[in-house]
Structures are given as C-alpha cells and as structure tokens.
C-alpha cells in the first residue's frame, strides 16, 4: 500500500518574474512581441517551406519540424505568463500545472533530437555529398523525425507519471500494484494457451515488420496509400507489445502484479495506439476517397507533405488523447481493491476500482472520446459512401472490380476493427459474464493486428508482387 493521508494542493502559484508593479507594461509589451515573433516567423518559415518546391529537402524538412517544435514550446508557457501578468492571478490548477510540464518536456526533447538530427543531415552533405540523395532517403527521414516524437512523448510521459504520484489530491491511501486475473484458463491448459499466443504475437510481429520491409525496399511501394499502410503496420505491431509480451510473462511465472506506474504506462499506451489505428484507417478511407473519385488530381493532392502531415497530426491528437485519459486518472484513489478481471490494464476496469468521484473522467470518455470515435468513423463511412456513388454513377464490371480490389483490403481491416471494438466496449455492458468481456478483448487487442498483415498480403497485388520479388532476390544472393 502507498503512504496513507497525505495532503496534497490543488492548485500552484506562479511567482513569475521580478518585475515592479510599475514595470509591467513595459515587460508585457515585450514579451508579447517576442511571443509573436516567435509564432509568426516559425509560421512563416513552414509556410515558406511547403510553398516552394526547391525547398523540399531533408535540410528544410527537420528545419520545418523545428520550427514547429518551436511554436509549441513558447506557447506552453508564454501565454500562461502574460495572462497573470495581465489578471495578477497566479494560480494554475493541479492538471493545468502536470499538462503543462509534460508538453514543455515533450518540446525540449524534441528540440534536442531534431537538431541532433540536422547535425547528421549536414555531416551526410559535407562529407558524403555523393551519397547523400540514397542515404538521406524520405523513408530515413521521416523515421528518424518520427523516433523522435517517439522517445520525446516516452520521456515526457515517465517524468510526468514519476511526479503525479507524488502529487495526489486526496487524503486517502492507494495501491501500489495491481493484479491482473489474466485470461480464465485452467491449469494444465496453461502450456498450450501460451504457446497459442506466442505463436499468434511472433505472427503478428514478423507479419508486419514483414510489411513495413516490403514497403521500404520497392520503389514502386513509394506511395500515399503504403505510406499510411507502413505506419498503421508499425501502428498494429506497437499496440500487440503493449500487452501480449507481459500476459506471456504472467502465464509462465504465474506472477500476476504490474506496479502502478507499470500499469498507467501500458494504458497509455494501449489508448495511444488504439486511437492512432482508428486515425490511420481515416486518412486511409481519405486517400482512397481521392484515388477513385479524383484520380486525374490524385498526385497533386496526395502530395508528400500532405501524407507527412495526415500521420503527424494523428500522432499529435493522439497523444494528447492518451495524455487526458492518464492525466485524469492518477488523480483518482485506489482505496483496497487492486485486481483488475483482464490480462492488461484497461481504462474502464480501472475506473471501477477506483474509489473516488470518476464523473469527470466518464464525461471526457463521452465527449472527447466519443468525438475522436466518431469524426475518424463519420470520415471513413462518408469517403464510401461517396466512392460508392461515384463508382455507381456508371456501373461497369470492370470499374467494380478495380474499386473493390483498390478498398477491399482496407474495407476488411475497418470491419474487423470497428466490429471488435464495438464488442469489446459497446457491447459488453449487455454481457452477464467477464469472461465475455475478455474473449472480446482478446479478438480486439491479439486477433486483429495480427489478421491485418494476412489482409493486406493475401489481397493486395502489389504486396504479393513485391514479396515474389524479395524472394527471388534472397534466394538469388545465395
């Protein structure tokens, strides 16, 4: 157990600076033009950038990334400044406060590998000037500015749980583990239950890493519609390690406790990825909008810095998403019971051990959830229903089979994710038995990211097509 009544505040003074009360005209004045200097000329820069095609190089793409970054570091914390400069409250609430500090973490981080970023990016063009078109490729540079957003957000989100553990609100005593029931199997089906899971993860793993390489090494891949699919493989492998690997652990050392922090990170995660699934199955429903109904502009509009854009606004939301629901739930108690009936740490179980007032955490789950529930859903059934009247406005048997091969594949993948994820929380408060709930689980955390490769390799050509070619090309070589 935790360290039992210890008061905590519920909101922070800001002191600022050590300005006189007379000076603070001057200093707000000031400051609100470096602040406006600072957003319009990053702005300036990225719209500089997109706008000029001479411009659209690995140089300039991290330097725009940059002065993102840069935009969103001064906004965390100057406007909050000039507004108690303005209003003489200093007060910031207790979620404002952590919100806060995790964003200017977030930012600093990024920051910091975004220029260690552009210091390779210069020493391939100094040093290896003949080599820098192949080794500064799209693919490097979009996964080296994505490692970064990556281990930023990890950074940001360790530092802030670490420190909203120290910071509750409440005077009552919380558990500092949980227990995780795991699945309902008996004892001697245990051996054949693991090997069932390790087999169907390996699958997943090496089915879409599979994917993702596949994608890198053909050129004729280099598309929107394999630029979004690579990311929702890497999408789909991160969410299956984020509970697979530890339900394994539990099934054969029998030791069914996660810690505290062990358990918030891995809903985090879980919220992060499943959201980021249902965002890349809209921009893929976008982009397949485009390419049917507006084939003559498919290039013009799919154009790589929209496609870059599409996948970092959807991590961005997306981590924010993740972000609220964490935040939201360290400040909640956990009096005695710290058994949770699933194999990993799910939001709505822990909302119902908790014993304090979880209103406000229901009532973001209905309407922050429930918006990025909807839009990417609305998106996608609106992007069919409109490739549907297009197709259908001149029916032919061949138009039909070229719109059903191009959608099909991603049309099985928003089934079998909408319809799993129905079950598994829509549904499974009409459910008499736990036992329902976790099977509904499993289908949706296992059996889907691992159906997705097998999808998309067994009903797509052009994968098909460039798996015969890496075949050839590695029996070749021996």
């Known amino acids: 157990m935790r360290r039992e009544n210890q008061s905590s505040v519920s909101e922070f003074l800001l002191l600022g600076l050590p300005i006189q009360p007379e000076q603070q005209g001057v200093f707000f004045t000031l400051f609100l033009g470096m602040y406006l200097t600072t957003v319009l000329g990053n702005l300036l820069i990225l719209l500089l950038i997109r706008l000029d095609s001479r411009l659209h190089t690995p140089m300039y793409f991290f330097l725009s990334h940059l002065a993102f970054s840069d935009v969103f570091f001064s906004s965390v914390t100057v406007p909050k400044m000039l507004v108690n400069m303005q209003t003489q409250d200093q007060s910031i609430p207790y ?63 360790l530092h802030t749980l670490l420190l909203s553990r120290l910071m509750k609100r409440e005077n009552e005593s919380s558990v500092s583990e949980f227990l995780l029931l795991g699945l309902p199997i008996l004892p001697e089906h245990q051996g054949i239950f693991f090997a069932l899971f390790l087999g169907m993860y390996l699958t997943t793993v090496l089915g879409t890493l599979l994917i993702i390489l596949l994608i890198r090494l053909d050129p004729h891949l280099h598309t929107p519609m394999y630029f979004f699919l690579s990311h929702l493989a890497l999408t789909d492998v991160s969410f299956s390690s ?65 496609c870059i854009s599409l996948v970092a606004v959807s991590w961005f939301f997306c981590c924010i998403h993740a972000l609220l629901h ?103 408060s009409l459910w008499d038995s736990s036992d329902k709930y976790m099977i509904a689980s499993v289908i949706y955390a296992v059996v889907t990211p691992m159906l997705n490769p097998f999808i998309y390799s067994l009903r797509n050509r052009d994968i098909k097509q460039a798996l015969e070619i890496f075949v050839f090309r590695a029996n070749f070589l021996k």
Not at 135 to 157: D, K, N, Y
Not at 274 to 295: E, S, T
């Open 95 to 157: 979620a404002g406060c952590i919100a806060q500090m995790y964003f200017f973490l977030l930012f600093v981080c990024l920051d910091n590998f975004l220029l260690a970023v552009m210091a390779y990016d210069r020493y391939v063009a100094i040093c290896q000037p003949l080599h820098y078109t192949t080794i500064m490729r799209e693919g490097l540079c979009v996964l080296l500015v994505a490692g970064s957003w990556f281990f930023s957000c990890v950074h940001a989100l």
């Open 242 to 306: 984020v509970t697979i690997p530890k339900m394994l652990m539990n099934m054969q050392t029998h030791q069914q406790s996660i810690p505290y922090a062990g358990c918030i990170s891995q809903m985090y995660f879980f919220i992060l990825f499943g959201c980021l699934d249902n965002f890349l199955l809209a921009v893929m429903a976008y982009d397949r909008y485009v390419a049917i109904c507006q084939p003559l502009h498919y290039t013009t509009v799919m154009r790589q810095e929209l």
């Open 326 to 428: 964490s935040l939201l739930l360290v400040q909640l108690s956990f009096c005695a019971e710290n058994t949770i009936p699933n194999f990993f740490c799910d939001l709505p179980a822990l909302l119902k051990m908790s014993c304090s007032d979880i209103s406000i955490n229901e009532l973001v789950i209905f309407t922050e959830g429930g918006m990025l529930f909807i839009l990417p859903l609305s998106s996608i059934l609106g992007s069919y229903v409109r490739i549907g009247t297009v197709v259908l406005r001149v029916p032919s048997t061949k138009r039909l089979f070229k719109a059903f091969s191009t959608c099909g594949s991603h049309l099985l993948v928003v089934s079998l994710y909408y319809g799993t994820l129905a079950g598994a929380y829509f549904f499974s």
